[in-house]
């Protein structure tokens, strides 16, 4: 039976939450007290169908924020410019496009929100049912291991000697298996099937880690593969969610599927369009590794970051409401983005 791990990080400004299974990180969520709610995956708001494009097959949805929601028609939908619908978030931002929507039924006044989605608290209760989150600083050290577990590029897995690398393009997710010299590890049938089998259930939970979606290709390792046996493997690693949808093994030993877009990707909530840190994030790292700094040490008076003026001027507010034995100083000699912290 697999072991899970929940945790709960709720700094200023920033709430995340962690799901690990098995000692292995699955999910990260992140919400900002900055986020646009009406964006939210699971939100309901009133919309107004700003315009309609029967090439797309759907129309644009003002939601009175500055990104229109997208709404794909389903079987005979029929939409006029103009009408007001009530509709749900059913996959959030990305790309700098604005939110997918679900049709619920008629709507009526003006855009706005109705319902906000589940809180991070509330989703971690349905993917961990029953498992109580771990908080402060185990929370912040799951929250800090999970982002930098999502940014690998590769992984080595010394037990089957599978070699994982996967990569996001804008077509589509690429994801390629080998197998790695290993001691004890043979080059034979079974030890392939043994790889592939755990290269496809480790891809699954990066995918859902770095929260992807899109059409995946997995290069599996060999080929003449026995396709029932993979199609078995990869209905298990990603089965927790029936939107996927999966093609044949072709024969040249490449996986294709389709997974769900979901929640903005990772990447694109951390950094900006030049894939540096965002300004806000980096106030953000500052504000959380002083929140650290003072659950790990409880006796110094006060303990101090030093920040590049334009990084604490952004986290200044958040600070504040770490209490007393936190404070901040604008420091013309650091860079943005770096950051010390000093006891006093």
């Known amino acids: 039976m697999s072991e899970v791990e929940v945790f709960l990080d709720d700094t200023p400004g920033e709430v995340r939450g962690v799901v690990a299974r098995d000692g292995r990180f699955e999910h990260l969520l992140i919400q900002r007290e900055d986020d646009v709610a009406e964006h939210r995956l699971g939100a309901r708001c009133i919309g107004r169908i700003a315009a309609v494009h029967p090439g797309l097959k759907g129309a644009f949805v003002d939601l009175g924020t500055d990104l229109p929601g997208f709404l794909p028609f389903r079987g005979q939908d029929r939409l006029n410019e103009g009408q007001k619908v009530e509709v749900e978030v059913s996959a959030e931002p990305r790309e700098g496009k604005g939110p997918t929507l679900r049709l619920i ?3 009526e006044g003006a855009p706005r929100l109705l319902l906000p989605g589940p809180t991070v608290a509330e989703t971690l209760a349905v993917l961990a049912p029953g498992v109580e989150p771990a908080t402060g600083l185990a929370g912040i050290q799951a929250s800090r291991s999970a982002e930098e577990e999502a940014g690998l590029p590769f992984e080595l897995f010394p037990e089957t000697g599978l070699d ?9 997710v690429a994801v390629d298996l080998d197998l790695a010299p290993a001691p004890g590890v043979a080059f034979g049938a079974p030890a392939r099937t043994r790889a592939n089998r755990q290269g496809l259930h480790m891809a699954a939970r990066m995918i859902r880690l770095r929260r992807w979606g899109g059409l995946v290709a997995v290069d599996l390792i060999g080929t003449g593969l026995d396709g029932d046996a993979v199609m078995t493997a990869a209905r298990q690693a990603f089965g927790g ?6 093609g044949p093994v072709n024969r040249f030993g490449v996986l294709q599927l389709a997974v769900p877009w979901r929640r903005t990707p990772l990447e694109e909530v951390l950094n ?3 894939r540096g840190r965002r300004p806000e994030q980096r106030a953000q790292d500052i504000v959380r590794s002083l929140r650290f700094g003072l659950l790990s040490d409880t006796k110094s008076a006060r303990i101090t970051a030093r920040a590049a003026p334009v990084d604490a001027a952004l986290a200044g507010p958040l600070v504040a409401r770490l209490g007393p034995r936190a404070h901040l100083k604008a420091d013309p000699a650091m860079a943005p983005g770096v950051f010390l912290l000093e006891d006093q």
């Open 105 to 107: 039924g008629a709507g």
């Open 164 to 172: 994982l690398m996967i990569q996001r393009t804008r077509a589509l």
């Open 241 to 246: 969610d029936p939107d996927v949808v999966f």
């Open 272 to 274: 900006g369009r030049d």
